[in-house]
């Protein structure tokens, strides 16, 4: 039996479902993302967890304990709210000790566990100020602070990076997983950021339309997607249209190609612009890759590497190159490599 399961979820508004069975099962000290677009049911779902939503149908257990029909404060889970919900008239101690205040805690064990709290998201010595005398990392951390300050069974992280800016929200990313590890504290983050869900998480749970598309860790997700969508959603990917051509073979813009495809029905052909590599045309390549050919409609800097968009007979493609890379003339013609085995076949959906 799993620490925290998630056993067929369901939540309707009215005639439109939010959370559509969903199942997880989460082992004790692990970290799990939810990842996905807005109105996926993601939010939904930990709102069930953490009892702030009713279920229609299914069922929550916590270390074997059912706790579907507990009220929010029974169930000992930390939350950490997108806005932070910090309390302004109070200060950053008084924020971090109402979680234990509420459960009639000792004042010199509050005085004591406010204290470590405030010491472990490194905002010592600043337990007197208020709210708005704080940056927007600091009120994160305070957030932080008073979800773990009552040691949750469960800390539960909705969308609480996404108000702070990038560079800040990298060093929270880190600092985030840091302290999850070495509490060994069961975490479920939603999220629809995806370097978020890949660095943060040991499992990410991609969310669409209420459902759970995929689970996995990073690297299931992004090299071996189950579904369209999951490739589409996950990374960047280049969807190149495929046809049988008379012999059976695959053809793509026009020219056989070494890839795998569904037993019948039209499909795409999903790449990373990462694995693509561009060539000259009259260069020769192995009967293990793929190649097309187009020509370069022009070149973008984006920092750490160069975005080069391709057009060819089947349409466009955006191909990765490393910063540095020797440059490429706009109308030049081209060839566009990749391997076979980073081909990623999906059925085609109706527009």
């Not at 022009?298 to 750490?304: A, E, I, K, L």
Request: charged share 25%; proline share 6%.
């Amino acid at each position: 039996m799993s620490y925290l399961e998630l056993a067929g979820l369901q939540k309707r508004y009215g005639a439109s479902v939010a959370v559509d069975d969903v199942s997880l099962a989460v082992e004790k000290g692990e970290a799990v993302a939810l990842l996905g677009p807005s109105g996926c049911g993601k939010t939904t779902t930990l709102r069930m967890l953490a009892g702030l939503v009713e279920p229609d149908r299914g069922a929550i257990r916590v270390d074997g304990i059912a706790m579907t029909n507990l009220p929010a404060h029974k169930r000992n889970m930390g939350y950490v709210f997108q806005s932070y919900a910090l309390f302004p008239h109070l200060s950053v101690a008084g924020n971090v000790a109402f979680g234990l205040e509420e459960r009639r805690r000792p004042k010199a064990e509050i005085a004591r566990q406010v204290e470590d709290a405030l010491a472990l998201v490194r905002l010592a010595g600043l337990d007197q100020r208020r709210p708005r005398e704080l940056s927007g990392g600091q009120q994160q951390r305070v957030a932080l602070a008073r979800a773990l300050v009552i040691h949750p069974s469960v800390l539960l992280l909705d969308e609480s990076l996404s108000n702070l800016d990038a560079k800040l929200r990298d060093a929270m990313r880190h600092e985030i997983r840091s302290i999850q590890r070495s509490l060994g504290i069961t975490t479920l983050f939603v999220t629809h950021d995806q370097v978020e869900a890949l660095t943060m998480c040991d499992r990410i749970a991609v969310m669409h339309r209420g459902r759970i598309a995929q689970i996995g860790t990073a690297e299931d997700i992004y090299e071996r997607p189950a579904t369209r969508f999951v490739a589409e959603f996950v990374g960047r990917a280049n969807a190149l249209p495929a046809t049988r051509g008379p012999d059976g073979k695959v053809l793509l813009w026009n020219e056989p190609q070494p890839v795998a495809a569904p037993a019948s029905g039209e499909f795409d052909v999903f790449v990373r612009p990462q694995r693509m590599r561009i060539v000259p045309l009259s260069e020769a390549v192995g009967s293990e890759n793929v190649r097309v050919s187009g020509r370069i409609l022009r070149s973008v800097f984006v920092g750490d590497h160069v975005e080069v968009l391709v057009e060819g007979a089947g349409g466009q493609l955006t191909v990765e190159m490393p910063s540095g890379s020797p440059a490429l003339a706009e109308g030049a013609e081209v060839a566009v490599i990749w391997r076979a085995q980073d081909s990623l076949p999906f059925p085609r959906e109706a527009p």
